[in-house]
């Protein structure tokens, strides 16, 4: 068995057919076992004998879409993926705090590479730290100070589609937590 993190886009907790029982019940009736969520926004642990993961995120996607009527998006990512990107420790000396965010967005595409230069008005209020190929993850420092910071998700939307999911650092560790790391 293989435990993975399935981080859901777009969920909103407000939205009845996206609390977190529905959630774990899409996952449940796909056969998928010691189904958990964590926080409300989406975000799923399970284990699978599946290794096929962009099988996993289309069958898992198809499912929310046919039960809920969510249509946001997928990503899987393993425990083991998750681990060395928090065993890296790509924010050294860096603090997430109500100012600034340490944010991991991760892509879909998991050949994907960094991503190209922030817009001048982006950069004031973003600084992307580097691009964690084995997890596909932009890592970056949100200045939550600087209106600008909106710019964010159009800039990596420009970058790589919407097939991606953004989430700070500190959720990325609970999620590992969760799996038993």
């Not at 399935?6 to 899409?26: H, S, T």
């Not at 898992?60 to 046919?66: C, D, F, S, W």
């Not at 393993?78 to 420790?89: F, N, P, T």
């Amino acid at each position: 068995m293989t435990s993975y993190a399935a981080f859901l886009r777009g969920i909103m907790p407000a939205n009845p057919n996206m609390k977190n029982e529905k959630l774990r019940a899409v996952f449940e009736g796909l056969g998928f076992t010691k189904v958990a969520s964590l926080l409300s926004s989406g975000n799923i642990v399970f284990e699978s004998p599946e290794t096929d993961v962009p099988e996993l995120e289309s069958r898992i996607q198809a499912a929310l879409q046919a039960e809920l009527g969510i249509g946001g998006g997928t990503i899987i990512r393993s425990r083991e993926q998750l681990q060395e990107l928090v065993d890296s420790d790509p924010f050294t000396g860096l603090t997430h705090c109500r100012e600034t965010y340490l944010t991991v967005t991760f892509v879909k595409d998991v050949a994907a590479g960094p991503p190209g230069a922030l817009d001048d008005t982006t950069a004031k209020a973003v600084r992307v730290l580097a691009f964690d190929k084995p997890a596909a993850a932009v890592l970056s420092v949100i200045d939550n100070t600087d209106p600008s910071t909106t710019n964010f998700m159009a800039w990596i939307e420009k970058s790589y589609g919407k097939e991606i999911t953004t989430r700070t650092f500190l959720t990325v560790q609970k999620t590992l937590k969760k799996l038993g790391a």
